[in-house]
């Protein structure tokens, strides 16, 4: 799900203070709602519960680890996309930042006129990164379920002799019979033969 770029509500993370009404007065300006200001990354995930912004803006001169952690920990456990605007274009922390969950790193400051096309980028490369995270988890998903399926089948072709189309053909019955998915069945008659040998 995209939101329109013009209704996003916004967190603002900047060392210092100062830069907030400008920053602000150009979000604003432009069509967007800051929620939320914050000094230090360490505060980063109580004002993300608090305030539940679309995206975070970063203007920070200079990342630093602790900062870049703080937003690693905040991203697994609430991703959102995260705008930094920076001066330093050094190349290991550009992929400090970029593996800390930044969505797009800006080296030479934040500029209004920029804000908007620069928003519109990270928020649709955040959607399709999280649509490809949802995709590998549900292939590992599928794939650890039909692990299961396998071992269950051969578990009932070894303890039966049943053939491999009887023994998965008897897993689906006793599915249905108990109002079970075939991998829930699977998994339980795995464990069960692990707990017997």
């Given amino acids: 799900m995209t939101l329109p770029i ?17 920053m ?9 709602q800051v929620v939320g200001k914050v000094t230090t990354a360490d505060n980063i995930q ?17 990342p630093g680890r602790d900062t870049l952690e703080s937003m690693q920990a905040m991203n697994r456990k609430q991703p959102r996309p995260i705008v930094m605007f920076t001066n330093d274009g ?4 550009i992929q400090l930042a970029v ?20 928003l519109e980028v990270a928020m649709m490369r955040f959607h399709e990164y999280q649509k490809l995270r949802d995709e590998l988890e549900l292939t590992r ?3 650890n379920e039909r692990k299961h399926i396998e ?3 051969g578990l009932l072709m070894k303890r039966k002799g049943l053939d491999e189309g009887k023994a998965y053909a008897l897993l689906r ?15 339980s008659i795995v464990a069960a033969a692990e707990l017997l040998e």
């Fill in 24 to 32: 602000e007065a150009a979000l604003t300006a432009a069509g967007y």
């Fill in 151 to 153: 071992k269950a089948k």
């Fill in 173 to 187: 019955r006793m599915a249905m019979d108990r109002h079970m998915k075939l991998a829930e069945l699977a998994r």
């Fill in 90 to 93: 050094d190349r290991a922390t």
């Fill in 46 to 62: 109580a004002a993300v519960e608090r305030t539940r912004p679309d995206v975070i803006i970063a203007d920070l001169d200079s």
């Fill in 141 to 143: 998903l599928q794939l």
């Fill in 6 to 22: 013009d209704s996003l509500r916004i967190l603002l993370l900047d060392e210092q203070a100062e830069r907030f009404p400008v």
């Fill in 99 to 118: 593996e800390s969950g930044v969505t797009a790193y800006v080296v030479d400051g934040m500029s209004p006129d920029r804000i908007k096309p620069i």
